[in-house]
């Protein structure tokens, strides 16, 4: 079966041609950063606009150098939800539109399911059941994962999530827009010693996360202390820090409730370097297999959704004509295949 996956629920425009015997064709991806840079986050009637211009001739572009065509597609899955619900419905339309021509099924697709199942990709993909770190600006869960579609929430964020926690303390910072990996590479230069940081909700039981508080310190810092480089620096990396042992101790505790012994982190935040090396660091002490996509997967992407879409359309799941976009959708609402 080959699918075509469409991913445009923020501010990527992610195409990818899957098939179910021969893996993933081909991919493609368009970033709207240089469209948002100028207002410091993503303007959601910007990004639509900008998917609406960008996906065709994105389809077009990525099928030509797959060598493939339209009369080849089993079947479309396109990203229903969560998130921006212009953004959702111009994938949706597009996909919807293609399948009625094609006379073939299309299928939305959960947006953060899409990068639960992101490391199934990998040559070296993990076995079912395993423990999902969901990290990302605009989520930040653990998920237990038994199979597809058979997902537990066992805590989540109860406010910022830890990408949009780093972004928020980036423009605190000065730096530009996407501000998570600028305040990485900032980090790198500093002393994560110098200023103490809390690590939220990590002194009580629970696998919830509140990065609010962390933000609101390092607000702090940022009025109190001179703002010279190395300043700046050493506070970027004590907050990078906080974030990660913050996460890293929570999977600890996912992992031990759970009893399983493989973690799997998926999510823009999984390719930051300081939180792939504590918790390769951690499962290798605990035991554990820790598996990542690669980090042009980690982020949003259409790979993930054609491959979602290919396990739920094999499996006879298929939508009805209907233009569908959910802002909000829990995960624990899929139907288990």
């Given at each position: 079966?080959?699918?075509?996956?469409?991913?445009?629920?923020?501010?990527?425009?992610?195409?990818?041609?899957?098939?179910?015997?021969?893996?993933?064709?081909?991919?493609?991806?368009?970033?709207?950063?240089?469209?948002?840079a100028?207002?410091?986050?993503?303007?959601?009637?910007?990004?639509?606009?900008?998917?609406?211009?960008?996906?065709?001739?994105?389809?077009?572009?990525?099928?030509?150098?797959?060598?493939?065509?339209?009369?080849?597609?089993?079947?479309?899955?396109?990203?229903?939800?969560?998130?921006?619900?212009?953004?959702?419905?111009?994938?949706?339309?597009?996909?919807?539109?293609?399948?009625?021509?094609?006379?073939?099924?299309?299928?939305?697709?959960?947006?953060?399911?899409?990068?639960?199942?992101?490391?199934?990709?990998?040559?070296?993909?993990?076995?079912?059941?395993?423990?999902?770190?969901?990290?990302?600006?605009?989520?930040?869960?653990?998920?237990?994962?038994?199979?597809?579609?058979?997902?537990?929430?066992?805590?989540?964020?109860l406010?910022?999530?830890?990408?949009?926690?780093?972004?928020?303390?980036?423009?605190?910072?000065?730096?530009?827009?996407?501000?998570?990996?600028?305040?990485?590479?900032?980090?790198q230069?500093?002393?994560?010693?110098?200023?103490?940081?809390?690590?939220?909700?990590?002194d009580?039981?629970?696998?919830?996360?509140?990065?609010?508080?962390?933000?609101?310190?390092?607000?702090?810092?940022?009025?109190?202390?001179?703002?010279?480089?190395?300043?700046?620096?050493?506070?970027?990396?004590?907050?990078?820090?906080?974030?990660?042992?913050?996460?890293?101790?929570?999977?600890?505790?996912?992992?031990?409730?759970?009893?399983?012994?493989?973690?799997?982190?998926?999510?823009?935040?999984?390719?930051?370097?300081?939180?792939?090396?504590?918790?390769?660091?951690?499962?290798?002490?605990?035991?554990?297999?820790?598996?990542?996509?690669?980090?042009e997967?980690?982020?949003?992407?259409?790979?993930?959704?054609?491959f979602?879409?290919?396990?739920?359309?094999?499996?006879?799941?298929?939508?009805?004509?209907?233009?569908?976009a959910?802002?909000?959708?829990?995960?624990?609402?899929?139907?288990?295949?």
């Amino acid at each position: 079966m080959l699918v075509l996956g469409i991913e445009t629920s923020c501010d990527e425009t992610g195409l990818a041609l899957f098939d179910s015997r021969r893996g993933l064709l081909a991919d493609a991806l368009y970033s709207q950063v240089e469209v948002h840079a100028d207002y410091g986050g993503v303007v959601p009637e910007l990004a639509a606009r900008d998917h609406l211009r960008k996906t065709v001739p994105l389809l077009r572009q990525m099928l030509s150098s797959a060598g493939a065509n339209l009369a080849q597609l089993d079947g479309i899955a396109y990203t229903e939800g969560p998130g921006l619900i212009g953004a959702l419905l111009v994938g949706a339309s597009i996909s919807q539109a293609l399948a009625l021509a094609l006379d073939i099924p299309a299928l939305g697709i959960h947006h953060m399911e899409g990068h639960l199942l992101a490391p199934m990709l990998e040559e070296q993909a993990p076995e079912f059941p395993f423990v999902a770190l969901l990290v990302s600006g605009g989520h930040t869960m653990l998920v237990l994962v038994q199979s597809v579609g058979d997902y537990e929430v066992l805590g989540e964020t109860l406010d910022d999530a830890a990408g949009e926690a780093f972004d928020k303390t980036a423009k605190l910072l000065g730096l530009p827009y996407p501000g998570g990996p600028e305040l990485a590479r900032l980090a790198q230069s500093g002393n994560a010693d110098r200023f103490q940081f809390p690590r939220p909700m990590t002194d009580r039981p629970g696998l919830e996360f509140s990065f609010s508080g962390l933000k609101t310190h390092t607000r702090k810092l940022c009025q109190t202390e001179d703002g010279d480089h190395q300043t700046r620096a050493d506070i970027a990396a004590g907050f990078e820090l906080a974030v990660v042992d913050t996460l890293a101790i929570k999977c600890r505790r996912a992992m031990q409730s759970s009893g399983c012994d493989q973690l799997v982190i998926a999510g823009g935040v999984g390719a930051n370097q300081s939180l792939r090396s504590k918790l390769a660091q951690l499962g290798q002490k605990q035991g554990w297999q820790v598996s990542y996509p690669r980090p042009e997967f980690c982020t949003d992407n259409g790979a993930m959704i054609a491959f979602a879409g290919c396990q739920r359309l094999q499996a006879g799941q298929s939508g009805d004509l209907s233009i569908n976009a959910r802002p909000r959708w829990s995960l624990e609402l899929l139907e288990t295949l």
